[in-house]
Each structure stands twice: as C-alpha cells, then as structure tokens.
C-alpha cells in the first residue's frame, strides 16, 4: 500500500478475509484499537468482530508473545551490558 493508514489498511484486510471461503462465517478477535472500531469500517455479513473486553492482557496472544520474547532477551540483555555507562 502506497501509505499506512491503519482503517484503511484494515479495511483491506476485511475486504479480502469475506473473499476467501465467502460461504463460511468468520469470527475475528480482536483488542479495542481505535481503528478495530472505526465508524467508516465495512464489515461484511460473513465476518463478526468480537473485541476483547478492556485491559484484558492475559486473554491478548500478542501479549503472551511479548512476555516469552521479554523472559527470553532481557536476561541476555542484562549480562551483555551490565550497566549504561556509555563513556567506556
């Protein structure tokens, strides 16, 4: 795409989703970004947005992502550089 625009790039996304298999309904889960919930979205009649509720990171897969990657880099992090003194 020419430009990130996030309700437009979703849109997109929307549109080609309802294409593949367009005789079965799909459900999407989704967190409360502002452009999940756009007024100009189109949601077509195969598709049902389902957002999670507020503040419910334990139930977000990204957020289980980020904590492995968090467990598995910062302890490397940490003995690579021991401090941030930056003039050594």
């Excluded at 996304?13 to 189109?42: M, P, Q, R, T």
């Excluded at 977000?60 to 930056?86: D, T």
């Amino acid at each position: 795409m020419p430009y990130c625009n996030t309700t437009d790039c979703f849109q997109v996304f929307l549109n080609e989703f309802a294409c593949h298999h367009s005789s079965e309904y799909k459900i999407i889960v989704l967190d409360n970004g502002a452009f999940h919930k756009a007024a100009k979205l189109i949601v077509q009649p195969n598709i049902a947005l389902f957002f999670l509720p507020p503040y419910s990171l334990g139930l977000n897969p990204a957020e289980k992502a980020g904590q492995f990657l968090k467990r598995k880099l910062l302890p490397a992090h940490s003995a690579i550089f021991s401090n941030l003194n930056w003039s050594n």
